[in-house]
């Protein structure tokens, strides 16, 4: 039976891990090489992450600088970022591309906080959903077993407790994410 919950908690955990990878590629206001992360350049026919084929910095707080290994994928990597959905346009010299984040408006910062909290009601929904499979697992399980109802009562309790901790990390990282997007 303990079996069962610890299957079920390795998918609350993916579920909050899957939260903060979206977590990462949220703009807010800073330069985050991770908003690069979900970028494929065509690389000789191939799709290629972005961080494969260029060296990406961060020598300003408002700035990427992109740097590919080979000068003749500035133009593929310019047209895979304005193909994607961060909303920054890139400026190149032929050998670097600059991706300069302008400052976010007060009614911006207010949107993403939003999309942050959707993001955040989303996880925990999965959490519990999970939740809810994991209870009606136990309880199948339970039946063919002929396991008492004081165990069962048991594990719903540490199932509960299992999703009240998961919720709460998303909960505090809703939160952070929240406090870095509206911070000037």
């Known amino acids: 039976m303990d079996n069962i ?10 579920s909050y891990n899957n939260l903060e990878s979206e977590f990462t590629t ?12 979900k970028i494929t350049v065509d ?13 990406i910095s961060v020598p300003e707080p408002r700035l990427i600088q992109i740097q590919p290994w080979e000068p ?6 310019e047209k895979a970022i304005n193909m994607s959905d961060i909303g920054i346009n890139p400026t190149n010299d032929g050998k670097l ?3 300069v984040f302008p400052e976010l408006t007060e009614e911006r910062r207010k949107e993403i906080a939003k999309d942050v909290k959707k993001h955040g009601e989303d996880a925990k929904v999965a959490i519990r959903n999970i939740r809810r499979d994991a209870i ?17 009562k048991d594990l719903e309790d ?16 809703v939160e ?3 406090k870095e997007i509206m911070t000037v």
């Open 97 to 99: 591309i600059r991706l």
């Open 176 to 178: 952070a994410k929240t």
């Open 26 to 37: 949220i703009r807010a206001g800073r330069a985050n090489p991770h908003i690069l992360d």
């Open 136 to 152: 009606d697992q136990l309880k199948k399980h339970s039946k063919d077993e002929g396991v008492s109802e004081d165990e069962i």
């Open 72 to 77: 003749s994928l500035v133009k593929e990597i």
């Open 43 to 55: 690389y000789y026919g191939a799709p290629t992450p972005l961080q494969q084929v260029a060296n």
């Open 158 to 173: 540490k199932c509960q407790k299992m999703t009240d901790k998961f919720i709460a990390e998303v909960d505090k990282a």
């Open 5 to 14: 919950l610890s299957t079920y908690e390795e998918k609350m955990t993916k």
